[in-house]
């Protein structure tokens, strides 16, 4: 990847990029076949460090995870919702990231979680924050030469939860019009909130941290008004465009839906409802 610098790119479940080839989005000479891999294929966690997820883990893999399912829920709400049982077998939270699509179904749960990227080249490691990772649609921070290697999650913490939701037109096996990741940790008596993390998705050029309305919601205490409030807030961040999956005004109305529903799951799964 280093020798072909940006005439090269890497191909993890390939979901993605095989089809924009096939477009002839990219002009590429050299497509680095990245699953084999060991370190990317790694699947971790330790109560101190948390999760580490090897960028070409498929989603099943993480879904189908005990660790996962019981301690980062919100990552088997986004990685279940990527397309079906087919795409789930190759794709990867890795390439959803590095796709740096807006509506990327992975990222606003990635960025809720508080999660960093692992990135490796020749000049060595580095980590990015997940909301520092999209820069433009379709356009990740990646240098020439740098290849994902995994994303990390810090440990959950004691009364803590979070949810990932999405809007589309059907059932499944479509674009996202609006989507929403939120992360919330309670007091010990499981009714204030001490701290937040609520991202959106679809809604602005790259997924996006809402970062007024997540520290609106620092020190109050949980009730239907103080959660209709935060995703209010969440609403302004929103600079969505019409096009032919909904309209501007739609999709900002869904911020606000999906952000308070996403909240009330949270608490729900922080008090161990
Ligand atoms: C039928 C279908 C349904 C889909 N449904 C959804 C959906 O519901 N929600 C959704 O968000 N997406 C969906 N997608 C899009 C796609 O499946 C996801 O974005 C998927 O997570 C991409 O992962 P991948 O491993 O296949 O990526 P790839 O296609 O392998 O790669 C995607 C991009 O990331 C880069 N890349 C991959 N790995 C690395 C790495 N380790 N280091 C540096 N760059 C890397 C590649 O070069 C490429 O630019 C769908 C696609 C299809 C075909």
Do not use: W
């Not at 037109?169 to 479509?174: A, G, L, Q, S, T």
């Not at 008596?189 to 602005?204: D, F, N, P, W, Y």
């Not at 996006?208 to 969440?234: N, P, R, W």
Request: proline content about 5%; glycine content about 8%; hydrophobic content about 40%.
């Amino acid at each position: 990847m280093d020798s072909y610098g940006s005439k090269a790119k890497a191909l993890a479940g390939g979901t993605d990029i095989l089809v924009q080839l096939r477009g002839n989005r990219f002009d590429i000479e050299m497509l680095v076949d990245v699953k084999s891999i060991p370190e990317l294929n790694e699947l971790s966690y330790t109560v101190s460090e948390g999760l580490s997820v090897g960028a070409a883990v498929p989603c099943i893999r993480i879904y189908e995870d005990s660790v996962v399912q019981q301690s980062y829920p919100c990552l088997v709400d986004a990685a279940f919702l990527i397309g079906g049982i087919q795409i789930q077998s190759r794709a990867t939270i890795g390439g959803n990231l590095c796709n740096a699509s807006p509506s990327g179904d992975t990222i606003p749960a990635l960025i809720a979680l508080e999660a960093e990227a692992v990135v490796f080249s020749k000049r060595g490691y580095r980590s990015i924050p997940v909301e520092d990772f999209c820069v433009g649609p379709g356009q990740n921070g990646l240098q020439d030469g740098e290849l994902l290697v995994s994303i990390k999650f810090p440990p959950p913490k004691l009364y803590s939860g979070a949810h990932f939701l999405r809007f589309i037109p059907r059932n499944e096996m479509d674009i996202a019009v609006a989507n929403v990741g939120v992360a919330l940790t309670l007091d010990s008596k499981k009714q204030t909130v001490e701290s937040a993390r609520i991202a959106l998705g679809a809604v602005g050029p790259t997924p996006l941290l809402a970062t007024k309305a997540s520290e609106f919601l620092v020190g109050k205490e949980i009730s239907d008004d103080s959660l209709y409030e935060t995703a209010e807030i969440a609403k302004q961040i929103a600079s969505p465009i019409t096009d032919m999956r909904g309209t501007i005004n739609q999709r900002i109305h869904l911020v606000g839906v999906l952000t308070r529903r996403a909240l009330q799951k949270a608490v729900e799964r922080a008090k161990g409802v």
